[in-house]
């Protein structure tokens, strides 16, 4: 299970007291390992150079270890509470929506994707994707419909990546798992997370361990507690 960062009332007031208009720069990822990486740092440094270019606020709401394959980002966490506070009014629906790429807001199917898209924009907010620099409005769309066409393109490209993923990493499981009905040992580590009294460092095809700083902790308060 990943987390989720979120802002404080007095931060989102603060936010939405300053007048200059805003640059929302979403900034995604699904798993823990890429929070140790540059996934946050390239998402960030080119947004902050555009909303600098182009007169506009920057403002950061992050999804860490959020995934966007069934939609999840954008119904809990930062994109959701974004999405609701243009609905209420609390945002203005003339605000910047900055994301490195169409697969930071969803990896669903298609036509989930799509009806994303359409509800972002008819809202009134202008979407920019970071890779190319496309902008992309209501009206942008209408007056030039191969726009729509690209977004289309572009979220069906991402749900196949993040099925082929999914595909391939359940395989894998199932295969541990039979390795286990033989008794074989096995790590598991491609679903879920052990606790952090585990260590879980070995690879697939041995057992975990005991974590050497952790487990005689644990195991003490526990048995303090009983």
């Known amino acids: 299970m990943g ?113 994303l898209f359409l509800r972002l924009i008819n809202m009134g907010l202008t979407i920019v994707t970071g890779m190319d620099q496309r902008v992309f409005t209501r009206e942008s769309v209408n007056k030039n419909p191969t726009d729509l066409m690209l977004s289309i393109l572009m979220f069906m490209r991402a749900h196949e990546e993040s099925k082929t993923k999914s595909d391939r990493v359940n395989s894998h499981v199932l295969a541990l798992l039979t390795r286990e009905k033989q008794g074989l040992p096995v790590n598991i580590k491609a679903v879920g997370r052990h606790p952090f009294w585990i260590d879980d460092s070995g690879p697939d095809n041995e057992k975990v361990k005991k974590h050497p700083d952790y487990w005689q902790p644990v195991q003490d308060a526990v048995r303090l507690f009983l």
């Open 3 to 115: 987390h989720v960062d979120l802002l404080t009332l007095d931060q989102w007031r603060g936010i939405l007291m300053s007048s200059k208009q805003k640059l929302y720069s979403y900034v995604r990822w699904s798993s823990e390992k890429q929070s140790t990486g540059t996934s946050f740092e390239r998402q960030t440094a080119r947004a902050k150079q555009y909303a600098h270019d182009n007169g506009l606020e920057y403002v950061e709401i992050k999804d860490a270890g959020v995934s966007a394959f069934k939609g999840k980002n954008s119904t809990q966490g930062q994109l959701g509470e974004f999405i609701a506070s243009v609905e209420k009014g609390l945002i203005p629906k003339d605000s910047w929506l900055y994301v490195e790429n169409f697969d930071r807001i969803t990896r669903q199917e298609v036509t989930d994707a799509n009806a």
